[in-house]
T-cell receptor
Framework: GAVVSQHPSRVICKSGTSVKIECRSL??????MFWYRQFPKQSLMLMAT?????????EQGVEKDKFLINHASLTLSTLTVTSAHPEDSSFYIC????????????FGEGSRLTVL | QQQVKQSPQSLIVQKGGISIINCAYE??????FPWYQQFPGKGPALLIA?????SEKKEGRFTISFNKSAKQFSLHIMDSQPGDSATYFC????????????FGTGTRLTIIP
């Protein structure tokens, strides 16, 4: 099956620093990738939709200057949390859909961000 | 219009029993209804999905029942096992899943011996 890899799986950083999370589709091309945020014991909240070669589409209430998303190739999307603060601590998950596929989404393993 | 309501929030089922989780949606444009299983600290994994042209889909011990007129769908786990203990999310999308998913609130399932 299709594999989506996220890196790092865990990251701890100091308040005010920036953190980059990578999402790669390992064995397929993904024209569209989605970034989610999940708080403990809660559902997944869609942050943004990223299409290869174009600007990401952010959901209402998500600060695009804070959560920078880049989708430079058909296999890589990155999420950068800029000037992170403790309230940004969360579980960030990406997903990718197969180019020209059935619409099935493949999820990464998630990245746990802790901001001290 | 975009909401997907999921119940129950938590569920405890004895080993060998049937686990049933229900979801209801409002947006009649939705045409793709997947269920995801998530273990702690991991990303969700697709379990099974259905499209509105059928009323039921079965894959192993997992069955989705779909009621288009009531705008409801449910997941049935037969012969539930301790390894099924996880959080389950229903979701809905349109354009056969090629658009963004709207997730339900999740059900924490615990299978007891």
């Amino acid at each position: 099956g299709a594999v989506v890899s996220q890196h790092p799986s865990r990251v701890i950083c100091k308040s005010g620093t920036s953190v980059k999370i990578e999402c790669r589709s390992l064995d397929f091309q993904a024209t569209t990738m989605f970034w989610y945020r999940q708080f403990p014991k809660q559902s997944l909240m869609l942050m943004a939709t990223s299409n290869e070669g174009s600007k990401a589409t952010y959901e209402q209430g998500v600060e695009k200057d804070k959560f920078l998303i880049n989708h430079a190739s058909l296999t890589l999307s990155t999420l950068t949390v800029t000037s992170a603060h403790p309230e940004d601590s969360s579980f960030y998950i990406c997903s990718a859909s197969l180019a020209g596929g059935s619409g099935e989404l493949f999820f990464g393993e998630g990245s746990r961000l802790t901001v001290l | 219009q975009q909401q997907v309501k999921q119940s129950p929030q938590s569920l405890i089922v004895q080993k060998g029993g049937i686990s049933i989780i229900n979801c209801a949606y409002e947006n009649t444009a939705f045409d793709y209804f997947p269920w995801y299983q998530q273990f702690p600290g991991k990303g969700p994994a697709l379990l099974i999905a259905i499209r509105p042209d059928v009323s039921e889909k079965k894959e192993g011990r997992f069955t989705i029942s779909f009621n288009k007129s009531a705008k409801q769908f449910s997941l049935h786990i037969m012969d539930s096992q301790p390894g099924d203990s996880a959080t389950y999310f229903c979701a809905a999308s349109w354009n056969f899943g090629n658009e963004k998913l709207t997730f339900g609130t999740g059900t924490r399932l615990t299978i007891i011996p």
